[in-house]
């Protein structure tokens, strides 16, 4: 069975940074895409990173140049590094994985979910 446990929420106030970590388990599968996603409430959840298990990327245009995935393989972790962060990046951030590389953002592809880390943004 596939598990996913986020870590590294918290409040942080604009300009800053946080890494969030997805550690996974029973990901048996080599081809692998992983993914983080944003949910805030009255929005629909938003696809915001992505990387497979060749370590290929995709984000979404409002996050390119500020985050950063990436993964440690020996540590089965997947890491969102967060930078520069507006109130826009509040929200509760959940990591989900799916079999298969093809690199997608839609959560309606996506099997497996984690429970979620809040990150705040305050001005």
């Known amino acids: 069975q596939v598990q996913l446990v986020e870590s590294g929420g918290g409040s942080v106030q604009v300009g800053g940074s946080l890494k969030l970590s997805c550690v996974t388990s029973?990901?048996?599968?080599?081809?692998?895409?992983v993914g983080w996603f944003r949910q805030t409430p009255g929005k629909e959840r938003q696809g915001i990173a992505a990387?497979?298990?060749?370590?290929?990327?995709t984000y979404t245009k409002s996050v390119e140049g500020r985050f950063i995935i990436s993964q440690d393989s020996a540590k089965n972790t997947v890491y969102l590094e967060m930078n520069s962060l507006t109130p826009e990046d509040t929200g509760m951030y959940t990591c989900?994985?799916?079999?298969?590389?093809?690199?997608?953002?839609?959560?309606?592809?996506?099997?497996?979910w984690g429970q979620g880390t809040q990150v705040t943004v305050s001005s």
């Open positions: 989900a994985a799916k079999i298969g590389r093809m690199l997608i953002l839609l959560d309606n592809g996506f099997r497996f």
């Open positions: 029973g990901l048996t599968s080599s081809n692998y895409l």
């Open positions: 990387i497979n298990d060749v370590d290929a990327t």
